[in-house]
Every structure is written in structure tokens, then in C-alpha cells.
């Protein structure tokens, strides 16, 4: 694919994206995203075949996009503590920007019958999540930076406590105090203090 097919293909799924965010999976139609991406609808079948490709692949990104970011990081050997702090960061105001979630739409998708019985999708989703968040707590460990933790413990914990913030904030008013207690420990968990040993 040429690079103004590629820059094409991310203008719609920026723009289904925040349609997602909005409506869910399941009320989004390929022309809300024709009208949203200002494409013609020929332009848009060109790209994409349906809104579950458009969704998936929207999907795949954000996974594969983090497990890059955090395996490039720690190939420049930076501090484990800096890696996880920007993680956190960026988890924080996602967790407070209700209107950007796409928590309901992934529930959506992946409740629809076909997909969740087809090769355990989400599933595959979360190892993947997960295999990220091992190596940069067995990272941290070895430079002496993170606790010695039960990292499948500790990464379930963060997983499903972002993953409900975000759910329940497209439901209810979420106080951003909830987002910043749940970092606040999870960093504890991790992070060794100056008793502990070395504290980059």
C-alpha cells in the first residue's frame, strides 16, 4: 500500500474511532463513518469492508502500539520507574475522559457471537497486553527499580481496574480522584522506596 493509502486508512479509523467512543460498536454504520471521514462511500469500501475490520484493526493498533512503545524504551535501557510513570500518565487521563472510551464499543464487539467464538479474540488481546507488562516489570526488577511482585497479580489488577473505570464512566459521573487513587497504589505496588534498594 502507498503511503497516501496508509495516511487514508488512519483518517478512518481516527475518524471511527470517535464514533465508536460516542455510540458503541454496534450503533456505528459504514456511512455514519463515510460522513465523518468525508469519504465517499466507494472511497471508504476501497479501505475497509465492513465496521469489524475498521473496529479490529483500531483494536490491534492500540495493543500493538503500547508493546512497541515499551520494547523500544527498554532497548534505550531507560529508567523502568520513567517508562511506567508515562504508562500511568496516560492511563490516568484515559480513565477521566469518559467521552474518548471505547471500553463499551470493545464489550460490544466482542460479545457479538461470531467474533467472541472465533479463535477467542479478546483473549488473545489480553496475553498479548499482558506479555507487555511482564517484561517491563521483569525490567524493573532486574535494575533493582520494581519490588519483586506477583506480575501476573499485578497486571490483572491494572488491567481490569482501567479497563472498569472505563466502563462505569460512560455509565455514571466518575470523580477524577478514583483514576488517581488507582495509579497512586499500583505505582506503590511496584515501585521500590529509597528502604527498599535503589530508586532511579
Request: hydrophobic share 35%.
Amino acid at each position: 500500500m502507498n503511503k497516501r493509502g496508509e495516511e487514508t486508512r488512519k483518517h478512518i479509523k481516527r475518524c471511527a474511532c470517535s464514533l465508536f467512543a460516542e455510540k458503541g460498536f454496534k450503533q456505528v454504520t459504514m456511512k455514519d463513518i463515510c460522513e465523518a471521514s468525508q469519504l465517499s462511500r466507494g472511497g471508504l469500501y476501497c479501505h475497509y469492508e465492513s465496521t469489524r475490520q475498521i473496529f479490529q484493526e483500531i483494536i490491534d493498533d492500540m495493543t500493538g502500539q503500547q508493546d512497541n512503545e515499551i520494547a523500544v524504551r527498554i532497548k534505550q535501557n531507560q529508567s523502568a520507574v520513567t517508562i511506567l510513570d508515562d504508562i500511568l500518565y496516560k492511563y490516568e487521563n484515559e480513565m477521566i475522559d469518559s467521552q474518548s472510551s471505547l471500553s463499551v464499543a470493545i464489550y460490544e464487539y466482542f460479545s457479538i457471537h461470531d467474533i467472541a467464538c472465533r479463535n477467542n479474540t479478546l483473549y488473545e488481546q489480553y496475553l498479548i497486553s499482558a506479555n507487555t507488562w511482564k517484561k517491563l516489570m521483569q525490567y524493573g526488577i532486574a535494575r533493582q527499580e520494581f519490588k519483586e511482585v506477583d506480575i501476573a497479580a499485578v497486571f490483572d489488577l491494572i488491567v481490569f481496574s482501567y479497563q472498569g473505570v472505563r466502563m462505569y464512566s460512560k455509565l455514571m459521573p466518575i470523580d477524577k480522584e478514583i483514576p488517581s487513587r488507582i495509579i497512586k497504589e499500583i505505582r506503590k505496588i511496584l515501585v521500590r522506596s529509597d528502604g527498599d534498594g535503589n530508586n532511579f
